[in-house]
């Protein structure tokens, strides 16, 4: 049983930063590509970077290149997105996710595995 525990989000003003975690347990983590997805209220759930298994290879949404860093760590079992120059549109519930593709992938129907979700609000 894959189970996903996000961890990092909070309150934090305009231009501050912000790193999420999130932990895999239950399967080995070097055999997942690993995304991070967000929802804000009233809207769908989107796409926000990923990472292939071995972390040579990552993808952002246009709206946070240059700002938001995907990272992983395959002996802590951990992805991370550090999140810098943080703007009100980037308040949502952000979701890690663990894909069976071991490439980085955008598509949302690729991902089997998703943690609970944490709260990033940021505040004009």
């Known amino acids: 049983q894959v189970q996903l525990v996000e961890s990092g989000g909070g309150l934090v003003q305009v231009g501050g930063s912000l790193r999420l975690s999130c932990a895999l347990s239950?399967?080995?983590?070097?055999?997942?590509?690993m995304g991070w997805f967000r929802q804000a209220p009233g809207k769908e759930r989107e796409f926000v970077a990923s990472?292939?298994?071995?972390?040579?290879?990552?993808y952002y949404t246009d709206s946070v290149k240059g700002r938001f860093t995907i990272s992983r760590d395959n002996v802590q079992n951990t992805v991370y997105l550090q999140m810098n120059s943080l703007k009100p549109e980037d308040t949502a519930v952000y979701y890690c996710?663990?894909?069976?593709?071991?490439?980085?992938?955008?598509?949302?129907?690729?991902?089997?595995?998703w943690g609970q979700g944490t709260q990033v609000t940021v505040s004009s």
């Open positions: 239950g399967r080995t983590f070097s055999r997942f590509g």
């Open positions: 990472i292939s298994w071995g972390g040579g290879t990552t």
């Open positions: 996710a663990a894909s069976s593709y071991l490439s980085a992938t955008s598509n949302i129907r690729e991902y089997n595995y």
